[in-house]
């Protein structure tokens, strides 16, 4: 299968999502201590807050036991691969960069569940109402998709091929 330009960079992005996402969440609970503390006030409206999200988007279908846990893994693993197998395929700029982000953040959630058993979630927007907390990678996933939606309401529908008629002599 040959890969599209823009395939190479849906990669690129994923790759520099997962890093970022990664290097954050292990440097939030390993040197600066977060899951030992309560929660750090960044600002009035922002926190630092660890939890461990054993469920998928924020925080339903909780999976905490180990069955509950693979076939969220296997089930991320395999949207994964049909995001990668998507993004070889990309010819519009605006697809690439969505799609990278949704399989950088999916990717970078499927790591913590596979090797913390649960995803890592910090961002705490208590202060302005938002209910829940979550991590880079879900924001990453939440604006892929959002760039998604538009780039699809914004993309002319292609008329549809006249039916191809044989004529027999």
Do not use: C
Request: charged share 10%; net charge neutral.
């Amino acid at each position: 299968m040959k890969i599209a330009r823009l395939g190479w960079l849906a990669y690129g992005l994923a790759a520099l999502v997962i890093a970022a996402d990664q290097w954050v969440k292990h440097y939030l609970i390993g040197p600066f201590h977060l899951a030992d503390k309560d929660s750090v006030e960044i600002l009035p409206f922002f926190h630092l807050t660890a939890v461990a999200n054993h469920g998928v988007s924020l925080g339903m279908l909780q999976a905490g036991d180990g069955f509950g846990r693979w076939a969220l893994a296997v089930f991320s693993a395999v949207a994964a691969l049909a995001l990668a197998v998507w993004a070889a395929r990309l010819t519009r700029l605006t697809s690439a960069v969505a799609i990278g982000l949704i399989l950088g953040g999916a990717v970078g959630n499927l790591v913590d569940r596979v090797r913390l058993g649960a995803v890592v979630d910090f961002l705490d927007f208590r202060g302005l109402g938002f209910p829940w907390i979550f991590n880079l990678a879900d924001s990453a996933i939440t604006v892929g998709v959002i760039l998604l939606m538009i780039d699809s309401l914004l993309t002319p529908a292609s008329p549809p091929s006249a039916p191809t008629t044989t004529v027999k002599s």
